[in-house]
């Protein structure tokens, strides 16, 4: 590894986060979300190292899921978007992978052939997401039907948050009125289980009594409920650092990187450090996202290139080629880089790119 671009990843910590989830929401199982290979923490890595923890773990389509069990992992897994293609259902079922039905294509090809063992089924209700699910007019005809089919042994009824990363908003208040009155009116006449919350919704503990809560971004370190602050509770996942390739002195008035955007306002030391946008930092961060170097933040200056951004090094003196940026983890919160380009800790996460070495901790 001759150009030292490292993400270092904690399982360890990945573990902890898990736990915490649990521990929000007593009595529920967890279903840890590992899907976008676990966030771009490496799905085969993070589920192996969870195996023996976990309830569930939960992928966006089966092709995810067949590259975790072929690695060896033997906990069940969800298939969060369902199944794609019919045959995807006796291959599912063979291979212990939860099947959600969000649709009446999905409900159908459950309904109408005979499995040799019969499903557990999440059966996806849109109480207010505008997304994935049945709606109000049809869930109940749905649960119906897979409940009175021979081919079902399980239905958990699953919906999933709009807005439970902002306090107080009203569409939770609604979802939740929603999901607890088609609940209540279900279990005077039939035997289920109910699965509500992503991390959000188990960090603000909106619907704390279900059976499967389903964390994702938490396992991963980062909060999504108010973004400029860290919860003490959930440790540091992802580590980036790249290290320092030059510096250089300029004017008053010089300008720095594409576009010339950014026109020293002082003379200044500007340093150079070796990540960019081809490595997975977001193009969009704007002069002043903050960096960690040398146990002092400072910040980029001008636009981020491919390979290359640029920082302020000049409070920085004694700053040396080869010294070590980081560029979130421990001292930069990733939040933090995720609103200075606009985005969410989620894209900056799934985006670094396989240039960058990866080092796990366990
Ligand atoms: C259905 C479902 N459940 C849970 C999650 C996990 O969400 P989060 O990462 O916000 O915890 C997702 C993520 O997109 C999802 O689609």
Redesign the pocket.
């Known amino acids: 590894m001759s150009r030292n671009t490292v993400a270092r990843i904690n399982l360890a910590a990945i573990k902890h986060n898990y736990l915490y989830a649990k521990s929000c929401v007593p009595g529920a199982q967890a279903v840890a979300?590992v899907k976008a290979n676990a966030y771009g923490h490496n799905a085969i890595k993070v589920a192996s190292y969870l195996d023996s923890e976990v309830d569930l773990f939960?992928v966006a389509c089966i092709e995810e899921a067949i590259e975790i069990r072929q690695s060896g992992v033997k906990s069940p897994i969800l298939l969060?978007e369902g199944v794609f293609e019919f045959d995807e259902i006796d291959y599912a079922n063979k291979n212990n992978f939860l099947i959600c039905v969000n649709s009446n294509k999905g409900l159908n090809w459950i309904l109408n052939k005979d499995y040799s063992e019969p499903l557990t089924v999440f059966l996806k209700y849109d109480s207010g997401m505008g997304r994935l699910g049945f709606q109000d007019d049809t869930i109940v005809d749905a649960f119906e039907k897979l409940s009175s089919s021979k081919n079902v042994k399980e239905i958990v009824l699953m919906t999933?948050f709009a807005c439970a990363d902002e306090v107080g908003n009203m569409v939770t208040d609604r979802q939740m009125h929603k999901i607890s009155s088609i609940y209540n009116a279900l279990k005077k006449k039939y035997k289920f289980k109910l699965s509500i919350s992503?991390?959000?919704g188990v960090l603000t503990k909106v619907y704390p009594s279900q059976d499967f809560i389903?964390?994702?971004?938490?396992l991963y370190g980062a909060s999504?409920i108010d973004y400029n602050q860290h919860d003490q509770n959930l440790l540091t996942t992802m580590i980036v650092t790249a290290p320092i390739i030059s510096i250089k002195n300029y004017n008053k008035g010089d300008n720095i990187g594409y576009g010339g955007t950014f026109i020293c306002p002082k003379d200044m030391t500007v340093g150079v450090v070796a990540f960019g946008y081809g490595d997975g930092y977001p193009r969009h961060a704007i002069t002043g996202t903050p960096v960690y170097i040398n146990g002092s933040i400072t910040h980029i200056v001008g636009r981020v290139s491919m390979d290359m951004l640029t920082i302020d090094l000049t409070n920085i003196p004694g700053t040396k080629i080869n010294d070590i940026a980081e560029l979130f983890g421990e001292n930069v919160s990733i939040n933090d880089v995720a609103r200075c380009a606009d985005t969410i800790s989620?894209e900056i996460f799934t985006k670094i790119t396989k240039r960058v070495y990866r080092e796990y901790l366990y």
């Open positions: 979300i939960g969060l999933h992503n991390s959000a389903r964390p994702g971004i938490m999504p989620y």
